[in-house]
Structure formats: structure tokens, C-alpha cells
């Protein structure tokens, strides 16, 4: 284990903000991982939080070292949390396992993916979790959580719904030797997809012609959660504006009624600001639900670019958008 005090976060998240963090704690496999005084949070990549100040307390990094075992039945896979998901994609299909190929070039780690049920071109991470293991930072209690006490939801978990005492150390997955392609998501019946490493590629070249890759422009990818309404407020929205496009009716919710989840991409998009910049930061010119860092900008600039996103949208939809990034 590694225990730096005064730490530059600046490797640690995908952004590239430049703040400090008063304790970081780099946990290897292995290590006998110690219970914490409050505050402290973990850290995967970072891919997914937008750091605005200073830390004053511990950040908890699992090292990003690639381990993975190989279960007695030859079906699971058991991961250290810290591993980079997309080099587990690529280790499962390089040795015949199959069922992450959808997941290929998901910036962040193994227990991160777990933590946000991540998901992309019609797969999510709770179709192949098979069990989570965890250490709770303040008591030391060591659990395992089966699929169904993980409580995946649409990028949520039991894990981002806690207080983030949990620190996940291994994943599980189960996973095919057969490979069975996916193409739930439309677009990739018309790409290559014969072979699972074909559909990887596929849908690594498909993310990357629309996301700003991280090593050339810093971001934490959608930075708003697509907005749930209720149907009123969806036919007002169509009614108002009928090139909106069409959403179906989800489950329904506590009050019986469907309700129907809205692009936030569009939204901010027919807002006007794909492509605009303030300060130090920018809405991407090809995808209006991505922010992304200009060079050395600030958290307080990326807050202030997304407060002005969400009072726009407000003053002209009567949509609140919230925050998919989490910030620290
Ligand atoms: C360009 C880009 C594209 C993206 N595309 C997608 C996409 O298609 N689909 C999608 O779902 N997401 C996407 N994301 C978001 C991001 O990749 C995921 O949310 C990812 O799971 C974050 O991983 P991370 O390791 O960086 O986690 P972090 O951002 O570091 O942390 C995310 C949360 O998980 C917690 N956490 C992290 N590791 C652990 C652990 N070991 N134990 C307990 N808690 C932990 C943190 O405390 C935090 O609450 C994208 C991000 C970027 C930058």
C-alpha cells in the first residue's frame, strides 16, 4: 500500500482538474486495507467525477494492477476492482470468455463498473455480475453481495445509493464460452460483428467518432442523466416541439403513471449550446451531453458551465436536468 499526504488528483481523474487531495491511498491486491477516519472517498479513474476543490480527507485508489482469476466451474471470472474494465474486456474475449464485448472502450475500473451498473449499446454490467465483493472502510466488515442484492438499476447500484463506506475489491462475472452476438442495439447489425473482438472494434470506432477520446480532451463522458417525465409534460414538450424525438413509455412509476425518459443530448442541443465554450470549458461539437475541459480548467468553471446548461434548459423546456458526474 501506498500512503502519499498533499497528493496531486491530477492522474486520478479523467477531467484533468488539478486539485489535491490531503491523504491518497493507493491499495494493492493483497494488501490488508486499513478502516478509515471520515472523510474519505474511493477513486477508480475518476472517469465519472468532477473534483471542484481541494480534498481534505483520504482518496482511496485500488491499484489499477490486472488480475483476474479463472473459478473452478471455467465459466466466472473472479477481478480485482481495480482493474481497468476495457483490458478485462479484452482479457475475456483473448482467452474465449464472452459476454463484455457490448462494455468495450468504457473508460474506469472493474468496481466502478459495478457501483454504476455501467452500459452501453444495449448491454449493461449487471447482465454478467455475478457476485460483488466489498470491504466496509469504517467497520471492516468484509461482505459478498449476490446479483440480486446488488440492486442494479439504470446506472445505479446499492453501492452508489450508500454512504461509500463500501470499497469493492472483486467483482465476479459470469460469462459464455460461446460467443452470441449482441446487436440489441441497432446500429450494429449494419457493422462487422461475425467474431466478439469484430463487434469490440466496431463499437470502439462507433464511441470514438462521438466522444472526445480522454488522452486528447478531458471529460467524464454524458454529464447529465437523460430526464424521466411524466406523459403530460412529454406531449406538452412534443406538441411544442414535434422534431423532439419520440420516447416510449417506460415502467410505470410510483403513482401508476407511464413515464417517458427525454434525450438531454437533444435538449441541449435545441438550447444552442453544442459546440459553445465558457471559460475553460466546452459543450462537445458532436455530442451536446458531453463537457469537456479546454485545457487546465477549473471544477468551479466545469459547475458554472453546468449551472448555466441546467437554468437554460429550465428557462426554456421546464425540464430539470441533474448531474450524471458526481461532484466532489
Ligand atoms: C469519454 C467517456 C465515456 C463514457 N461512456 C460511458 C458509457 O458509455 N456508459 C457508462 O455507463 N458510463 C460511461 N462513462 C462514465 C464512466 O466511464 C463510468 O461511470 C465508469 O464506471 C467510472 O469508472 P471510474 O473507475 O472512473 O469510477 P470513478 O469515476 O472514479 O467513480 C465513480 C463512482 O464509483 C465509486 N467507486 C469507484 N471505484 C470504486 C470501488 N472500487 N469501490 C467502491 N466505490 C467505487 C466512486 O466513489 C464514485 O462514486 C464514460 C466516461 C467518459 C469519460
Not at 500512503?3 to 490531503?22: E, Q
Not at 489499477?64 to 466451474?73: L, N, R, Y
Not at 452476438?181 to 461475425?194: G, Q
Not at 462521438?210 to 454529464?223: D, Q
Amino acid at each position: 500500500m501506498n500512503i502519499t499526504n498533499n497528493a496531486t488528483l491530477l492522474p486520478h481523474n479523467t477531467f484533468g482538474i488539478d486539485v489535491r487531495a490531503a491523504k491518497l491511498m493507493i491499495v494493492e491486491p493483497g494488501d490488508a486495507i486499513p478502516r478509515l477516519d471520515e472523510p474519505f472517498v474511493v477513486v477508480g479513474e475518476g472517469s465519472d467525477m468532477v473534483f471542484t476543490r481541494d480534498y481534505n480527507g483520504t482518496v482511496v485508489v485500488l491499484s489499477h494492477t490486472d488480475c483476474v482469476e479463472v473459478m473452478p466451474d471455467g465459466l466466472r471470472l473472479k477481478v480485482w476492482g481495480g482493474m481497468v474494465m476495457d483490458k478485462l474486456v479484452e482479457w475475456s474475449l483473448a482467452n474465449g470468455f464472452f459476454g463484455l464485448e457490448n462494455l468495450s472502450a468504457i473508460p474506469g475500473t472493474v468496481g466502478a463498473a459495478a457501483v454504476q451498473n455501467v452500459g452501453a449499446y444495449g448491454a449493461e454490467a449487471k447482465d454478467t455480475i455475478d457476485t460483488v465483493e466489498t470491504v466496509d472502510l469504517v467497520t471492516g466488515e468484509c461482505r459478498t453481495y449476490s446479483n440480486t442484492e446488488c440492486r442494479f438499476g439504470y446506472r445505479s447500484s446499492r453501492f452508489k445509493q450508500s454512504e461509500g463506506h463500501e470499497l469493492i475489491t472483486y467483482v465476479t462475472f459470469r460469462l459464455s464460452r460461446t460467443y452470441t452476438p449482441n446487436l440489441s442495439y441497432k446500429a450494429l447489425t449494419d457493422l462487422p460483428h461475425e467474431t466478439a473482438m469484430q463487434i469490440r472494434q466496431s463499437i470502439t470506432d462507433m464511441r470514438w467518432s462521438k466522444l472526445p477520446r480522454p488522452e486528447e480532451h478531458g471529460s467524464a463522458g454524458s454529464f447529465f442523466k437523460n430526464p424521466v417525465v411524466d406523459e403530460e409534460t412529454y406531449c406538452r414538450l412534443k406538441k411544442a416541439h414535434p422534431d423532439m424525438p419520440d420516447a416510449h413509455p417506460m415502467s410505470a412509476s410510483s403513482s401508476g403513471q407511464p413515464t417517458y425518459k427525454l434525450s438531454a443530448g437533444w435538449l441541449i442541443d435545441r438550447a444552442g449550446w453544442k459546440g459553445r465554450n465558457m471559460g475553460r470549458v466546452g459543450v462537445w461539437h458532436q455530442n451536446a451531453l458531453v463537457l469537456y475541459n479546454l485545457g487546465g480548467c477549473t471544477g468551479s468553471e466545469v459547475n458554472a458551465l453546468a449551472v448555466a446548461i441546467q437554468t437554460d434548459i429550465r428557462q426554456k423546456f421546464g425540464i430539470t436536468l441533474t448531474p450524471e458526474a458526481i461532484i466532489v
